[in-house]
């Protein structure tokens, strides 16, 4: 007998199992990975709070020693938060507003410039390179941060800056008060 105009058999027989099973895998998958989420963020804030909560205790603790032994009390008695003195505030220091690291051969490269400053208002940009300070010799970060914190809080100050085009340039700067 000679094959005959019937149906023709289904080159692939089994593509509607195969459709199944993607979307079993795709939903399996995607459950999977919302749990992992949240419970991975609820980890992460529960570890959070316990390490914030136990060096809260310790400085309280340290807070309440310190407390004892500056009103003359025995080191091993307690004295309640009343009794402390309050800190005295910390002397005003002359910022420029910049983040800088030690460049490559001297000086301090500024590596970002806070926009309500007084390095943006200067003119510092990202990537310059202070090499002095007023007449103090910039070798390292340190050293700028030395020399700004020596001078007075609204007092100009000249910089000598490398720019990353390779030009340098004097700026007059008003180094301010650390709030």
């Known amino acids: 007998m000679t094959p005959g105009p019937g149906p023709a058999p289904d080159p692939r027989p089994h593509a509607a199992r195969r459709r199944g099973r993607r979307l079993t895998t795709l939903l399996l998958g995607l459950f999977a990975g919302v749990v992992l989420v949240l419970t991975g963020v609820g980890l992460g804030t529960v570890g959070a709070t316990v390490i914030g909560m136990s060096e809260l205790a310790e400085l309280q603790h340290q807070a309440a020693a310190h407390g004892a032994l500056a009103a003359g009390a025995p ?13 005295a505030p910390a002397p005003a220091r002359a910022t420029l ?55 007075d809080p ?9 720019h990353r085009s390779g030009g340098y340039q004097q700026l007059a700067v008003v180094p301010g008060v650390v709030t």
Do not use: F, N, S
């Open 75 to 87: 080191t091993g008695t307690r004295t309640g938060p009343a009794h402390t003195a309050p800190p």
């Open 154 to 162: 609204g007092k100009k100050v000249t910089l000598t800056v490398r």
């Open 97 to 151: 507003g910049v983040e800088a690291v030690d460049a490559y051969k001297a000086g301090a490269k500024i590596i970002a410039v806070h926009v309500p400053g007084p390095g943006y208002t200067a003119g510092l940009v990202r990537g310059d390179v202070v090499l002095w300070c007023g007449r103090t010799r910039v070798e390292t970060a340190a050293d700028l941060a030395r020399a700004v914190a020596a001078t």
